[in-house]
């Protein structure tokens, strides 16, 4: 019994441990979304342009009563639709990703950032793939004021 007991204890030592996700950004920050909020401002096509980790590069979105979407996430390529839950202007929770948080659009609302609480990833999308280089370093700044780490930041 004792050397099934070891045997058991052994195996259970070689087991592989789970991995914990990364995290991009400093949680012990504030993460602001946008309070004066319209959601119809962000309804379409966006193209992902920017996001953390290396799984994948790029994705996209179409926002509007059903949202469908293939994100680029710090896990590889998440693919799914549904509707996004608002639980106060600005902040989403977007089915199979979970809190999705506008951080920023510029105000022809060509550019969105949005960002999780967690930090465990943080996108900017565009309208199309070609961001112009003043668009791209207003969405930077917006994911360096809530805490991200922009050294981990791949554009696409």
Known sequence: MKRLALLALLLAACAPKPVAEAVYRDTSRQVYSMAAFDASRIEGNWVQVAGFGNACA????QIGAVTRYALCLP??????????????PGRFDLPGVGPFWVLWTDIDNRTMVIGAPSGRYGLILNRDANIPADRL???RDILQFNGYDLAKLSVY
Do not use: S
């Open 137 to 139: 370093k207003a969405a």
């Open 75 to 88: 896990t590889g390529v998440k693919n799914g639709q549904g509707g996004m839950v608002a639980k106060v």
């Open 58 to 61: 790029g994705g996209e979105m």
